[in-house]
């Protein structure tokens, strides 16, 4: 399918938009939206590069695909949520929106599970989690990078940082959640995010009143296997049609030689955000700013 790819900027915070040639800006049928969120040191150029594939997965789907910059690296802090919230008034100015979706690798998952856990914006139906970062409080304390990074989002106050935790939000803020957390097995830590204290810790705490929390595995560390690609693309489209039985926890699969997310370095939470070429198709009612 071909569609536009629009780098627009929303009160000063860039965003990069894949959308269908098929939709129509202020069109009466309203479509899904997959909001990517990027992962620490990298911005809105992430949709053309880590998330491309997906992003275009969702194309196909008749789905418009989005990232913006959110103000760089930092995390769930009031600036970012504004940014988000800026996002989704702009496109739904443009679009009408039949549900949001969150997908985010690593850093990105805190404001992903904020984002949903808060309501930061509304109209959320899932959230699809690779190796992403829950308990913004751990990542903090762990390392070096964390209290440096997050600790500059926060300025230095850990009292602000708890009250942007998303570990804070109680089972009830999961009530009839769609979440879907991809993780490394035990067998292969994952050292910048461990599962036990993020993705696991998420789906443990929500599973009492979610839809559906439900986990799936791989053998990769902290690098995202190839399948996450389809997976969460068959997930959100699988929520996007209704309620239906949740798909029963999956094994590692066979490992891919031919992974899309190129590896990070052990012991980092942010990917390689090499650029990747893309497709646009002519005659975009748009004009990137």
Known sequence: MLYDVLTVSIAGDLARIFVPQTVKPRQAAAVPVIWFIHSAQADHTSLSSVFAYPAELAVERGAIAICQTLGGTIWT?????????NGYAYLSGQFPIAASYLWAMSAGGALACENYGARVFPGINGVYLVNGVYDLRDTHDRTTRGRFSIGGAFGGSTAQID???PKRLPASAWAGAN?????????HPDPSVPPALHGLALV???TATAREATVRTHALGHNAP???NQDGIDAIFRWHAGPAAAPAPSATPTPTKTPVVRPSTAG????????????GGSGSPFRPR
């Not at 802090?77 to 919230?85: I, P, W």
């Not at 979440?179 to 067998?187: E, F, K, P, Q």
């Open 179 to 187: 979440i879907r957390a991809v993780v490394s097995d035990t067998a």
């Open 163 to 165: 009250s942007h935790n």
């Open 77 to 85: 802090n009031d600036t970012a949520q504004k940014h988000q919230r």
């Open 226 to 228: 190839s399948w996450v």
């Open 268 to 279: 980092r939470w942010d990917f390689d955000q090499a650029d990747a070429p893309y497709e």
């Open 204 to 206: 443990k705490k929500a």
